[in-house]
């Protein structure tokens, strides 16, 4: 095998670096102090992307993280149950900070590929509020897509969740952190799915290039109460229109290409397949994720051998890694990571133990 001459930085799409035109827009952005409300450039980019979503307001935060949170507070104010699929990075990734930080109780139910199972949600849905013996459903929590494998919601599933949670009086939030991914995994703006939630959140800082940044968009009623409980979270940035100007040539230039992303998210899958076809299902492949079933009981042998390959990824579950493809991975170095892992396979048969 030919030598490697760079890395292939596969971990996730978070890994991407700012455009020269982001740090051309950076120089020029008019700024002013966000904390005080009075930052040109970040409040464009609040009206630009709430917008685009088919939302009244926006509002600009450091991360998807404090967005949902923010997001959650800003429903349910301290009362009630979070709903959402078990697996959703709400539940798995965000340190426990609705329970820590928000005081509320976490209801995760079962679902396949970050869809919940809607019977599961018939069962457990409440209005909000307090019985004398029962504690109400604060707000439903939906993602898409879903940051373990990339699934996106159907529309359909997204209806019949907001139907039957809207018919309670509880608010419906999205994380859309990769909505623009799965718009275009579905053919429909982007505003086609924010129509199922009252409030939806997504990260400039994913497949969109953009440093820094998330934004939550939602009624204006809501968004002024979450300004005040990013400020409590502080989340209150001063010259942020730094960051701002970088999402709106995110908004402007980035969505796209995403749809190269997903190609060679797919060519990646259809290669992996063709050498042993338990690594990956690539009809399972919509979007820039891909989940390849290792079959080691020890992931992380995995990662030092590729990352020995110059090919860096990480873990999803003890037996499986996670493939993001983004801006800076191109056909070729799809290629080359499929040759690496022909290469493993003809060389270190023992490391496929578990299967
Ligand atoms: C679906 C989803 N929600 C939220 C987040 C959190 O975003 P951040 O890393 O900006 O906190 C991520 C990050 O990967 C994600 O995939």
Known sequence: MQPLTSTID??????????????????????????????????????????????????????????????????????????GEASSHIFRSEMGGLSLLAGLYSRPLPGRAGAM?????????????????????????????????????????????CAKSWQLGVPVHLDGARIFNAAIALGVAASAIAAFADSVTFCLSKGLSAPVGSVLTGPRPFVERARGFRKMLGGNLRQAGLLAACGLVALEQSIERLADDHLNARRLAD???????????????????????????????????????GVLTAPVSKNALRFVTHRHVDASSIERVVTVFGEIYRTRPTLLFAR
């Open 271 to 309: 290669g992996l397949h063709r050498i042993d076809p338990h690594l990956v299902n690539p009809t399972d492949i919509v979007t820039n994720i891909v989940v390849v079933h290792v079959g080691t009981d020890d992931v992380r042998q995995w990662i030092k051998i590729l990352s020995d390959y």
């Open 117 to 161: 199972d809607l019977g599961a949600l018939d069962d457990c849905l409440r209005t909000p509020g307090m019985t004398a013996h029962a504690l109400g459903t604060a707000v439903v929590c939906m993602e898409t897509t879903h940051s373990v494998g990339g699934a996106v919601l159907s529309l359909d599933h997204m209806h019949a969740v």
């Open 10 to 83: 596969l971990r996730s799409d978070t890994v991407t670096k700012p455009t020269p035109a982001m740090l051309d827009r950076m120089v020029t952005a008019e700024l002013g102090d966000d904390g005080r409300g009075d930052e040109p450039t970040v409040k464009e980019l609040e009206r630009v992307a709430a917008a685009r979503l088919g939302k009244e307001a926006g509002l600009f935060l450091p991360s998807g993280t404090m967005s949902n949170l923010v997001a959650i507070l800003s429903h349910a104010s301290f009362k009630g149950e979070v709903v």
